[in-house]
């Protein structure tokens, strides 16, 4: 076993890491950027090396500076978590080359997965079953048409070097195959510089299932499947294990497919094969189609974790220090089940716009699992994932632990910046999900009823003037036992006002609203300076005490600006000032959570100034681009 490991990476995944190599008895060492000089991960490792600005570009993706990290402090190999670094082939030569290990399968097992048509051409040729399409070299956009005519609509176009669901069209009609082709390649040139793709039959009723391998370079093992259909726009938001409703043949056939496709590139360490699943007619073991192989740890190991009993990280560690996996397949077996919620910093009903802040509260209920790169203090920068923890839960049957997993998200408390934990504790209720009938097109079939948030209760605002009277006075002023009045108490949460009244009635404080008396509500409340953060149900209601001059002086000045509508990387800026501009017309594209946005002109007029270049990152609200006040002839 190694003595000391770099981790090229931060927030949650960084930690977990650490958790493991701590009780192997592993020395760790964390790299960070200038945004994360403070972040939890850096506090976990026994030494942190700075490496650079807070862009990835600048830090986390320098393979060079991660390496001399890695020689200066003596760490014999580097763990690369995921995203960043963990799937490019030429860090992983560059860390062999400076004679290190690197943590994770060779450079030419990524090499042989990372253009998903080269990949679909070897599992083909390796007797896995893959989703039937053109993954030929002949791009000639009429040779793709008349491919996907041979298909049959609706068909898939996808990125050739694609991930985290970019460059993906799905095309129903052939009259509309050449648009979507063009957008497709203009998405994927500017995410991945490679404007290749292929062309795949649309499944029906998709169900995205996973099987997580291990190999030692000499044989492999699988460790069950993972279900990953709860995804909007192609990103997973809830995955359990095992996948419900799997009959044993079609457990053992995908099992067997993706042994079948680890050793066919003499695969080392943890790996996934995503499949992707018709179910039609349920689920049948000749209705799997490999999609892709994933050549790192997944975001979601922890359900595979939480059903083997194994550490995923620890088999790693012990495969990439040179020793034989250490189970046989004949010893592994499936406990209960598993469930992890992806818990972001997101404005849901704006549109799942991600958002950023400073957690003012941060706590997560007895009985789950939560592994989080962030402590109650911490930032939410607009530079990263805005991802704040991943919920894991475990019981005996699916829906004990669906259960389990409605209670954990119940009682989770995050205070300090929007989130979708109200979105996923109304997809752990929703009845089809609980019937374990899942499909990709799930949430976004019922996305009205999954994105309302209700508005704070009585209770809820009662708790909170309570809270804004603190600390309460031994008596009011002018009080008597005859008329037990009091003090008026005001509070602003958005545009809505929340007006009461404080009594103390033998000295008990009540709180009079919308005419009815009643004590301080059973409900968690924090106070993080005047902010009054009120938990219900795994809701966070955020108050302030009414500042009437406050609200004057915030309104006004924005409108000529094109705002930032959420924190992101501005790719590209069409204008320049003196340019005159169309309502409708593009300013500039932002890239936020994976996916771009184009900002367009909200009036005609005169562009007076451009605020913001490519390349840099901006937070939400930020003016990019000022339109002159007079409107042209
Ligand atoms: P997974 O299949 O493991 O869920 P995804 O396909 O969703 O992963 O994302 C691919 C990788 O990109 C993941 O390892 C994830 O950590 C990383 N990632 C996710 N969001 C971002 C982001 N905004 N910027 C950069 N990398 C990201
Ligand atoms: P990425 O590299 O972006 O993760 P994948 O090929 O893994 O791309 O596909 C992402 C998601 O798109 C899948 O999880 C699934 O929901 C959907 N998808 C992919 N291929 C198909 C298909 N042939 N039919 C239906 N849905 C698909
Ligand atoms: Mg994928």
Redesign the pocket.
């Known amino acids: 076993m190694f003595q000391k490991i770099l981790i090229a990476n931060r927030g949650e995944i960084a930690c977990r890491i650490i958790a493991t190599a701590r009780r192997l008895g592993v020395a760790t060492v964390a790299v960070y950027s200038e945004a994360d000089a403070q972040a939890r991960h850096v506090a976990l490792a026994d030494e942190a090396v700075a490496i650079g600005g807070p862009a990835p570009r600048d830090s986390y993706l320098r393979g060079d500076a991660i390496i001399a990290a890695a020689k200066a402090t003596g760490a014999q190999a580097i763990h690369p978590g995921?995203?960043f670094l963990?799937e490019n082939p030429d860090f992983v030569d560059a860390v062999e080359a400076a004679g290190l290990v690197f943590i994770g399968p060779s450079a030419r097992a990524i090499r042989a997965m990372g253009l998903k048509d080269a990949a679909k051409r070897l599992m083909a040729e390796a007797g896995v079953p893959v989703v039937p399409g053109y993954h030929g070299d002949n791009q000639d956009p009429e040779h793709l048409a008349g491919a996907a005519d041979g298909i049959g609509y609706p068909v898939l176009i996808k990125a050739v070097a694609g991930?985290?669901g970019k460059g993906m069209r799905k095309v129903t009609r052939a009259e509309d195959f050449a648009a979507a082709l063009d957008s497709a390649r203009g998405e994927a040139a500017t995410a991945f510089g490679n404007d290749a793709v292929l062309i795949e039959k649309y499944v029906e009723k998709p169900r995205h299932i996973e099987v997580q391998v291990f190999g030692d370079g000499h044989d492999a093992v699988h460790l069950f499947e993972r279900d990953c259909s709860l995804q909007r726009r192609h990103?997973?938001v809830i995955e359990e294990a095992p996948a419900p409703g799997m009959p044993d043949a079609m457990r053992a056939a995908m099992g067997e497919a993706a042994v079948r496709a680890a050793r066919a590139i003499g695969y080392k360490g943890a790996g996934t094969i995503e499949f992707i699943v018709d179910a039609s007619e349920g689920l049948r073991p000749d209705r799997f189609w490999f999609m892709e192989m994933?050549t790192?740890l997944?975001?979601?190991h922890p359900v595979t974790e939480a059903i083997t009993g194994v550490d995923l990280v620890e088999w790693q560690l012990r495969v990439a220090s040179g020793e034989a996996l250490p189970l046989r397949q004949d010893q592994l077996a499936i406990t209960g089940h598993a469930f992890e919620a992806r818990l972001y910093a997101e404005d849901v009903p704006a549109g799942f716009l991600p958002a950023t802040g400073t957690l003012a509260h941060l706590a997560f209920p007895e009985g789950a699992r939560a592994d989080t790169g962030v402590r109650s203090g911490d930032r939410i920068s607009p530079w990263?994932?805005p991802m704040i923890a991943k919920v894991i839960v475990h019981g005996p049957t699916r829906a004990a632990a669906l259960q389990q997993l409605s209670r954990a998200l119940a009682g989770t408390q995050v205070a300090g910046t929007t989130t979708n934990l109200v979105f996923l504790g109304a997809l752990a209720r929703h009845p089809g999900f609980a019937a374990g009938d899942v499909d990709t097109g799930l949430i976004e079939r019922d996305l009205t009823s999954l994105v309302a948030e209700p508005a704070p209760s009585v209770a809820v605002r009662a708790a909170a003037l309570l809270a804004s009277a603190a600390p309460l006075p031994a008596a009011l002023p002018g009080f008597t036992l005859w008329a037990p009045l009091v003090r008026s108490l005001a509070l602003r949460r958005g545009e809505e006002v929340t007006e009461g009244q404080l009594i103390l009635r033998d000295g008990v404080p009540h709180v009079l609203l919308e005419g009815v008396e009643m004590p301080a509500p059973a409900l968690p409340v924090i106070r993080a300076g005047d902010d009054i953060h009120v938990f219900s149900a795994g809701q966070c209601f955020s108050f302030t005490p009414v500042d009437p001059l406050a609200r004057e002086a915030s309104a006004g000045a924005a409108g000529n600006a094109t705002l930032s509508p959420m924190p992101g990387l501005v790719k590209a800026v069409f204008v320049t000032a003196g340019q005159e501009v169309r309502a409708g017309d593009r300013l500039a594209i932002l890239e936020a959570?994976?996916m771009e946005h184009t900002l367009t002109a909200a009036r005609d007029g005169v562009v007076a100034e451009v605020l913001a270049s490519a390349g840099t990152q901006v937070e939400a609200g930020a003016a990019l681009i000022l339109l002159a006040e007079e409107v042209p002839a």
């Open positions: 995921y995203g963990s991930g985290g990103q997973k994933n790192r997944q975001v979601e990263y994932d959570m994976k």
